[in-house]
């Protein structure tokens, strides 16, 4: 009868394989489907490269040339400044056409789309931490205090900086190789969660289970 009832917890396990974040839909509509989840995807190749090169001169900048934040800005603001000066009096000079100053740099439409994104996986990974933290699923919340404790050790060998530019890079190439492979990473973080489940059942059993309980808790499990 045991036999029994640990293959069909075992089936159940098995069972409940289910798709990376709990989705069905494609990645690019999980990301927002607006123009943050084309460029997270390198659908707009463009706006993706400028984007890429331009963190990484910020980085190459404030890591490896150590340059201050106020100093960069105002040094990028004189610059700016002295090449538009220095463009509309050679072109008054020559009757050339000078600067088109674009009354919008950036569409609204981008903030727009960010700041809905930020607000719905706020909205989404804030509870599921909550739930986590009253230890409602062990399996869940071993591996995410382990994790939280090796990102700090992780944390504490490298900057600010530094940390922001792997994340940045994290954004730009993550989403895009679990779109490519998406069945493969699926069904490789589904034989993990399956063996971690496994193996807390088992820990369960052995250890968790034998644990004396108040009066009140041996009621409930009779």
Known sequence: MMNDTSS???NEIIGSRAKLFGHEEPIHEVLGGGKVADVLLWKDRYVSDALLGGMTVIWFLFEIVEYNFVAL?????????????????????????????PDIVLKESF??????ILHKRFNQ???????????????????????????????????FVNLLYIGFLCMQTLPIVYERYEEEINNWVGDVIIVLKKNYRRFNKNYLNKIPRG????????
């Open 73 to 101: 800005l105002c040094h990028i603001s004189i610059t700016t400044m002295l090449v538009l000066f220095i463009w509309s009096t050679v072109a008054d000079i020559f009757k050339w056409k000078g600067p088109q100053i």
């Open 215 to 222: 009066p009140g808790k041996a009621k409930k499990t009779q």
């Open 8 to 10: 069909d917890s075992e």
């Open 111 to 116: 903030f727009h789309d960010l700041a809905s």
């Open 125 to 159: 990974l804030l509870p599921m931490l909550l739930r986590i933290s009253c230890g409602i699923d062990l399996p869940i919340f071993l591996p995410n205090i382990v994790s939280l404790y090796i990102l700090s050790v992780i944390g504490s060998y490298f900057s």
